[in-house]
């Protein structure tokens, strides 16, 4: 996805800085253990693009995905007066719990449930959520063992999954997400915002990720909200797929992310001159 987002938007004249997170590919150092950890390392990165003579005058702006929008709100509150725009792809507007849950308790995940398991299913999944962040490992994987009989797993299918989801549900990585709230942060943001959602998106669905955006943007700033129709939450398309149905080897980035993305820096990102900062 940022390969061919990257490369889009250098064909329209927007060059971009990617780099993987520490300890993945050829990265050094240690693998961050949640979000916040990433804020340091994009921070060290913004720093040296705001150091390079040739780039003085340039807008700079940050482009983020799903939970790596928090890490470029979080950022802006430490280096507001280098950064110009941010844009905020599949962006949480909830907390952590809240956004988790909804995930998880999709009734499409579950299909041919009643009303009342659907909410016994919730019901759990919040159970497990509320443990992970009080770090309760005993209570997530009581709350695990329930939720696979509740929705019928197979003995071998749980033992294949049990113990890898409670590593994951007990991790530092969950009980950060879980607890965070981003919108304080997007609140403060007084550059220009633009935040994108797509009407297939299952992981930040746009009906209880987009209001707080809108409730919450700050009034010196400068929000354009959208949400596309028939993307999901990567805005990766197959030929012959349905939205949100990926296939290795059949799926290439949206058109009209790249173009919509483009045209709004063109038009409202680069509007600050920061002079020879």
Known sequence: MFKLLAEGLAAKGIASLRIDNAGVGE?????????????????????????RPELAGVPFGI???????????ELWAERAEVIDFLVLLGAPGQDGRTVWIDQQANPARFAGSDDARLGEIRQIFAAIADAAIAGDRAAITQGADRLFATVGLGAQEIAEIREGFIDRMASPEMRVFLAHDPVPAFAKVTDPVLAVWGTHDQLTAPAINV?????????????????????????????????????????????????LIATWIERSGSSRDRGAQ
């Open 63 to 73: 482009l983020a995905h799903s939970e790596g929008t928090m890490v470029a709100t």
């Open 27 to 51: 990265s050094t150092g240690e693998r961050v253990e949640h979000f916040k950890q990433r804020v340091p390392h994009i921070r060290a990165a913004l720093d040296m693009l705001a150091m």
């Open 211 to 259: 209001p707080p955006f809108l409730a919450q943007r700050s009034d010196a700033g400068a929000l354009t909200a959208a949400v596309l129709p028939r993307e999901d939450h990567f805005f990766l398309r197959g030929e012959g797929l349905a939205p949100g149905e990926h296939e290795n080897g059949k799926m290439e980035l949206s058109d009209a992310i790249v173009a």
